[in-house]
Structures are given as structure tokens and as C-alpha cells.
């Protein structure tokens, strides 16, 4: 059963930091991980998307790297901003099996302060 | 941008009633799916929807839950007769692409409270 943790739960930053959000998965047969963002009572906005072929996926001050064999995918996230506070979700759509389903990690929370 | 839109935003509702939670996916997306998120818990995957049947759901989905796609736009998730579980956000999404590799694209979810 495919599990996905996602390491710290929560990060709190002064602004300007650069940061490293971890998320592990234990089966590696995916089709790919999706990287979102959660403001707080709101919706998913979809950050980053990386195929299991790929190794990373940037978009602005952001960047994700998969590696799937070792199960592990990181955001980076380059010259934090107050802006960037919310809940970081990565999941995972699974290879076989459920192939129509995202798994959830349970979120890192980052705080960014001015 | 295209977004899935969904209404309501939040509705409070007694135990035992029935609720009908509406989206309205992007269009000339093929897959939709609604998923779940009691507070403070992961996000849960409760079904999807191709070819206007259902392709996969989980063991949330009971007999409880059912899904449609009345027209050419909507697509409703209804409980028939709701318990204090169920309370939650509930989410949309949907995906344009044939092969699973494609990115779902979530709307701003409908919270449901259950008294």
C-alpha cells in the first residue's frame, strides 16, 4: 500500500531563507508527483507536476526534484516571502492499481515572518 | 485560466439529510474525481469518473455516496443521508489528458457541516 510522509509537518522561516521540503513515498511505481499548495480553508492550487521519467520541474522560485527509486521528491523553495505561507501537499498518482487516484502526504505547514 | 468551479462554498446541514455537492470541471476535461479532507487529516481520494460511469472508488464511497454527470458541465457528488463524519471539505477535480500522466486540477472545495 502506497504510504506518502512528507518531513518537517511544519517550518517556520525568517524571510529570505531558502527552504527544502521533503516527501517520501514507499512504493516507487508511479506515474508521476504532484507538488500543491493549500492556504488555509481553501482549495489545492497545483505547483509543480513531475513525470516519473523526469528528474525536476522548476517554476519560478520553485523547484522539485523525484528521485524514484530511493521514493523521495524535495521542493526548494528559493528567497522565502511572507506570500509563501501555506501548506506544501505532495502526491503521488500511483503506476498500477489505483492509477486513477492521487495519494496525500499530510502537508508540511511553513510559516515565512517578515 | 480554466478552473473547476464549485458550489456551495460551505453548507450546514442536519444529520440524515440529504446534500448535493455541485462542480463544474474544466471543460474538455475527461476525468473528474472528488476527493475529501477532514480537518486536520490527509486529503482522501473518494471516486472518479470517465465515460460517464465510475472507474474507481475508494472504501469511503458507500452506498452513502453516489456520483453524476447530469449535462455536459456538472458533476455532483450527493449523500443520501449524512452522518457527523461526514463533515468536511470536500474537493473537485478534473484532468484533460487520455493517459495518466496528466496534472488534476483542483477546485476551491465545498465545505460541509453536519449537526
Known amino acids: 500500500k502506497q504510504e506518502v510522509t512528507q518531513i518537517p509537518a511544519a517550518l517556520s522561516v525568517p524571510e529570505g531563507e531558502n527552504l527544502v521540503l521533503n516527501c517520501s513515498f514507499t512504493?516507487?511505481?508511479?506515474?508521476?508527483l504532484q507538488w500543491f499548495r493549500q492556504d488555509p480553508g481553501k482549495g489545492l492550487t497545483s505547483l509543480l507536476l513531475i513525470q516519473s521519467s523526469q528528474r525536476e520541474q522548476t517554476s519560478g522560485r520553485l523547484n522539485a526534484s523525484l528521485d524514484k527509486s530511493s521514493g523521495r521528491s524535495t521542493l526548494y523553495i528559493a528567497a522565502s516571502q511572507p506570500g509563501d505561507s501555506a501548506t506544501y501537499l505532495c502526491a503521488v498518482r500511483k503506476f498500477s492499481g489505483g492509477y486513477n487516484k492521487l495519494i496525500f502526504g499530510a502537508g508540511t505547514r511553513l510559516a515565512v515572518h517578515p | 485560466e480554466p478552473e473547476v468551479t464549485q458550489t456551495p462554498s460551505h453548507q450546514v446541514t442536519q444529520m440524515g439529510q440529504e446534500v448535493i455537492l455541485r462542480c463544474v470541471p474544466i471543460?474538455?476535461?475527461?476525468?473528474f474525481y472528488w476527493y475529501r479532507q477532514i480537518l486536520g487529516q490527509k486529503v482522501e481520494f473518494l471516486v472518479s469518473f470517465y465515460n460517464n460511469e465510475i472507474s474507481e472508488k475508494s472504501e469511503i464511497f458507500d452506498d452513502q455516496f453516489s456520483v453524476e454527470r447530469p449535462d455536459g458541465s456538472n458533476f455532483t457528488l450527493k449523500i443520501r443521508s449524512t452522518k457527523l463524519e461526514d463533515s468536511a471539505m470536500y474537493f473537485c477535480?478534473?484532468?484533460?489528458?487520455?493517459?495518466?500522466?496528466?496534472?488534476?486540477?483542483f477546485g476551491e472545495g465545498s465545505r460541509l457541516t453536519v449537526l
Open positions: 477535480a478534473s484532468r484533460g489528458d487520455r493517459i495518466n500522466t496528466g496534472e488534476l486540477f
Open positions: 512504493d516507487s511505481a508511479i506515474y508521476n
Open positions: 471543460s474538455n476535461h475527461l476525468y
